[in-house]
């Protein structure tokens, strides 16, 4: 089992920036791909940001160029630094893992955090 835990989030301008973080606690040796999810209200859970580790990185169109992926393998932890904020990126962020084998792409989620962009 993994544990993932998300912090970071809160209310900021539009123009601002957050840094997300996400630490896995438990089995974290069987992740191979971790990635940043958003659900704003009255909207389907989208994709954000993936990486893959020791691979890819992906983003979402509307998110290019102004958020950023990275891993710290040493502390378990993904963050998604997020710059040039707009409110439509207002939405709860979520944190996923895929574990190595399994036919899913999320097996873990965390809780949640929520981003609020003002304007």
């Known amino acids: 089992q993994v544990q993932l835990v998300e912090s970071g989030g809160g209310l900021v301008q539009a123009g601002g920036s957050l840094r997300l973080s996400c630490v896995a606690s438990g089995s974290t040796f069987t992740i191979t791909r971790t990635g940043w999810y958003r659900q704003a209200p009255g909207k389907q859970r989208e994709l954000v940001a993936a990486i893959v580790h020791g691979g890819n990185i992906n983003y979402a169109d509307s998110v290019k160029d102004r958020f950023t992926i990275s891993r710290d393998n040493a502390k378990n932890t993904v963050y998604l630094q997020m710059n040039n904020l707009k409110p439509e990126d207002t939405a709860v962020y979520f944190c996923?893992?895929?574990?190595?084998?399994?036919?899913?792409?999320?097996?873990?989620w965390g809780q949640g955090t929520q981003v609020t962009v003002s304007s």
């Open positions: 996923s893992a895929h574990r190595s084998g399994s036919p899913i792409i999320n097996d873990y």
